[in-house]
C-alpha cells in the first residue's frame, strides 16, 4: 500500500473527538486534522474495510484533490475545475478496489463512480 491515500471521515456536529478516538486503535493512518463534522486521516498501513465500518462516522471519502474553498458564485467554475482537474481517477479507483474489491458500484448503491482512464468523475 502506497501512503497516498487520504480519508475525510465525516460525523455529527460534536461527535469529532469520538470519531478520532474510535479511529485510533484501528492503527489506519495519522489523524492529520479534525474540524467541523469531520476527520481528516493520511493512511500509513495497509488499510482495509476497517475503514468503511467506523460506527461513529456517517460517511467515509477518498480525497480526490485538495483546496481552498472556491465559493458558491459562477465566478469560482474555473478555480474548481482546476482543482477537479488536478484529481488522479486511476488512483483513487485502486484505493476504492483496495477497500470495497472491483465492484462495479459501492454498497448502498450511491456514491461516486470513478471511470478507469477518464478524465471525469461521474456522479451515480
Not at 485510533?24 to 475503514?51: C, K
Not at 480525497?63 to 474548481?80: E, I, N, T, Y
Not at 470513478?114 to 456522479?123: C, D, F, K, N, S
Request: glycine residues 12%; hydrophobic residues 40%.
Amino acid at each position: 500500500m502506497r501512503d497516498d491515500a487520504h480519508f475525510v471521515a465525516r460525523c455529527a456536529r460534536g461527535l469529532e473527538p469520538q470519531l478520532a478516538a474510535e479511529l485510533l486503535p484501528r492503527e489506519l493512518g495519522s489523524i492529520t486534522a479534525i474540524g467541523h463534522r469531520s476527520v481528516y486521516v493520511r493512511a500509513w498501513r495497509p488499510y482495509d474495510t476497517g475503514v468503511t465500518g467506523l460506527r461513529t462516522a456517517d460517511d467515509v471519502f477518498l480525497l480526490a484533490a485538495r483546496g481552498r474553498d472556491v465559493g458558491p458564485r459562477r465566478s469560482a467554475v474555473p478555480a474548481l475545475t482546476k482543482l477537479a482537474g488536478g484529481a488522479d481517477p486511476d488512483r483513487l479507483l485502486d484505493h476504492r478496489n483496495t477497500l470495497l474489491g472491483n465492484t462495479v458500484d459501492p454498497p448502498g448503491g450511491g456514491g461516486i463512480r470513478i471511470i478507469p482512464g477518464a478524465a471525469e468523475l461521474q456522479q451515480v
